[in-house]
């Protein structure tokens, strides 16, 4: 039985804009992946590729998951998709934009991860998506260069530009609805000062041409001026600074970062909590990746490299939590290493070496090898983060979304609150979140009631 009424949600009518920054691995294995599942859907063809079979939106969990309603004996476990009103993959609509000109099928093609049997089918589609000109500045990614880019003279000037082509995809694309997902490259490490205190000190640093306002800020501001959500996967400050936490409570906007969770830290915040839940000791966790794709390259810049170091790092001292035992986990030595590989393109290889200690405190290690696909981890999270980024959007859920934490490395929070890492705490908040926006009742995990001594 619901224990409180529904949340007003406005339906999921009409299309769906997805406008990607960036159109580099992982937006064209999220675009191509929603493309191929929504032909193979309906039946024309197209779907099944490189292993046979027809293709699945795996790692999705809008698509792929389900949640449980009411009491375990009441047997109500609909797809998340049913329960609640999600743009359906049909309406789904791609823009994008980035330095380097290549079309989607292009860009696609180059990052190697899909594979031609995949990718021919649905050429002509993604020849059909070209990336508008990029606010882009090569002092914030330094290995990279680009053509198809913006010129202006002050940053401001950006992103009004980046502003006009919110409006004109809008307008010629004829969604009725657009989120904004950052799949574009880490930029620069950049740590939150003055300039993005208030609206107006960060408006008066884009005329300035402040070097602390970074283009993911200028897409970040755009997209709040222009009424659409914000999500970040790279871990770039961009809209964690309070200037615009604020447009986007003001606005009545959902945003959210940072930094995709897909491979390597999934993994660590799935083993570091179940070590502190048995009160295992943690001496040192060693990671390292070799990958060769230009994600690899541009963090193979120290100063970017630095920005997705803090990100990677942060997370075993808020799940361990070593001010409450300091004996378990007070000398943590905590190492994360990225080495740029071409030969691997894509395909990381993330090692962990983990030396934990038990009784008495004698010691065992742990090895982790993950020989994982970057961009085929990161292209569900890019699809449920747009849909549920609309459903906030639709569902009157304003300012930073921490329920969504589960798909984030580095998860925003309101302020003087420390982030939630623990891959299962975030799952819970995601699902409770969606019963409580649904009126269905929390699901607590007492169950006192299936027993005698319980509540009857
Ligand atoms: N794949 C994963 O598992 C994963 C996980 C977490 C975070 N990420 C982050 O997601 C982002 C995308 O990863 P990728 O593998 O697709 O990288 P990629 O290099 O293939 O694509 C990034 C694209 O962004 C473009 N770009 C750079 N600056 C831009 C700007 N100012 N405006 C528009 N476009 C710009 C680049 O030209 C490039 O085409 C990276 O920041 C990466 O660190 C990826």
């Known amino acids: 039985m619901p224990t409180r009424s529904r949340r007003d949600i406005a339906p ?6 997805v406008l990607l920054v960036g159109l580099g691995a992982v937006s064209t294995t999220f675009i191509a992946g929603v493309e191929i599942v929504r032909r193979g859907r309906a039946g024309n063809g197209g779907a ?37 009103p999600l743009a359906d993959l049909k309406d789904l609509v791609f823009g994008a934009w980035d330095p380097i000109p290549d079309d989607a099928y292009a860009a696609a093609t180059k990052a190697g991860v899909l594979e031609r049997a995949h990718l ?28 198809n880019v913006k010129r202006a003279k002050t940053k401001r000037e950006l992103a009004e530009q980046l502003r006009a082509d919110i409006r004109n995809f809008k307008k010629s694309s004829g969604v009725d609805r657009l ?118 390259e541009v963090l193979d810049d120290p100063e970017s490299f630095k920005t997705k170091e803090e990100s990677k790092l942060g997370v075993l001292e808020y799940i361990l939590q070593p001010e409450l035992y300091p004996e378990l986990y007070g000398k943590v030595f905590h190492k994360v290493r990225i080495n740029y590989y071409p030969p691997r393109g894509d395909n990381k290889e993330g090692w962990d070496n983990i030396d934990i200690f038990g009784w008495l405190g004698y010691p065992m290690q742990i090895k982790v090898d993950f020989l994982c696909r970057d961009s085929i981890l990161a292209a569900p999270i890019v699809l449920d983060l747009a849909l549920f980024f609309d459903l906030a959007q639709r569902a009157g859920l304003s300012g930073v979304q921490e329920w969504l934490s589960f798909y984030f490395k580095s998860p925003q929070t309101a302020p003087g609150l420390y ?26 995990h007492l169950g006192v009631e299936y027993y005698e001594y319980g509540e009857k």
């Open 12 to 17: 999921a009518s009409g299309k769906l804009g």
């Open 48 to 84: 099944g590729g490189g292993g046979g079979g027809s293709a699945l939106p795996i790692g999705s969990l809008t698509q792929m998951g389900t949640i449980r309603l009411g009491k375990r004996t009441e047997k109500r476990a609909p797809k998340i998709k049913d329960f609640v």
């Open 120 to 147: 021919e089918p649905i050429a002509d589609f993604l020849k059909g998506i070209r990336p508008m000109p990029a606010a882009f500045d090569q002092n914030y990614v330094k290995r990279l260069q680009g053509s």
């Open 179 to 296: 989120v904004m997902v950052w799949c574009a490259s880490t930029e620069v490490f950049i740590t939150p000062g003055p300039t993005h205190q208030t609206l107006a000190t960060f408006e008066h640093a884009m005329e300035h041409n402040d070097p602390a306002i970074a283009p993911s800020m200028l897409y970040a501001y755009a997209a709040l001026m222009e009424n659409v959500p914000f999500a970040n996967g790279a871990p770039n400050l961009t809209v964690d600074v309070s200037a615009l936490a604020q447009l986007a409570e003001d606005r009545k906007l959902p945003i959210g970062g940072k930094d995709f969770k897909t491979g390597q830290t999934m993994m660590k915040t799935v083993l570091a909590p179940a070590f502190k839940a048995r009160m295992l000791g943690l001496a040192g966790w060693y990671s390292t990746n070799i990958l060769g794709n230009r994600d690899g």
């Open 419 to 444: 982030p939630e890492h623990d891959l299962f705490i975030q799952q819970t908040k995601l699902k409770n979140t969606l019963r409580w926006l649904m009126g269905e009742q929390q699901i607590t």
